[in-house]
């Protein structure tokens, strides 16, 4: 399973998101592999910028494996905060809680915030910077349909 952080999803709702967030996003999608996380939904619908979007975004959320968070991604979050700290790094809770989720159920985590690619230096936190990932190609081919 996959674990699409809000900031992934930022870019493949965006019209010229990054293209290669988009793609790796989309793929993800259409091969049922997402895992919504409460998190994440607020994130992205709440700030939805009408009523019609808002339903298109909670339709969409509603489609996905749901992850949590759990009363044990609190514990592990503090627990990887406190770590974190300790080296001088100070992590949003957002993120890590939706870290520690990912953990747990032993999903890649998508994204473009550097504070993940923090928490997987001193954690079993397996992800994917969509932001610097050289296996998507830069442009898109012509025929790439938008969504």
């Not at 900031?7 to 019209?15: F, G, Q």
């Not at 992850?67 to 770590?83: C, K, T, V």
């Not at 898109?140 to 938008?146: D, G, I, L, Q, V």
């Amino acid at each position: 399973m996959i674990l699409v952080d809000s900031s992934a999803w930022i870019e493949y709702y965006r019209p010229q998101g990054l293209y290669m967030a988009r793609q790796a996003v989309a793929e993800a999608v259409r091969d049922d592999k997402v895992a919504g996380h409460g998190i994440v939904r607020v994130e992205i619908v709440a700030f939805a910028r009408n009523e019609k979007e808002r339903r298109r975004l909670a339709s969409d959320f509603a489609a996905f494996h749901e992850l949590g968070p759990l009363e044990q991604d609190f514990d592990r979050a503090i627990s990887l905060g406190y770590q974190l700290r300790r080296e001088g790094f100070t992590v949003p809770t957002t993120d890590l809680i939706i870290a520690a989720s990912a953990i747990r159920a032993d999903c890649i985590l998508y994204h473009l915030d550097a504070h993940f690619e923090q928490i997987a230096s001193l954690s079993e936190l397996r992800c994917r910077n969509l932001g610097t990932d050289s296996s998507y190609m830069m442009e898109p081919p012509a025929e790439y349909p938008s969504h």
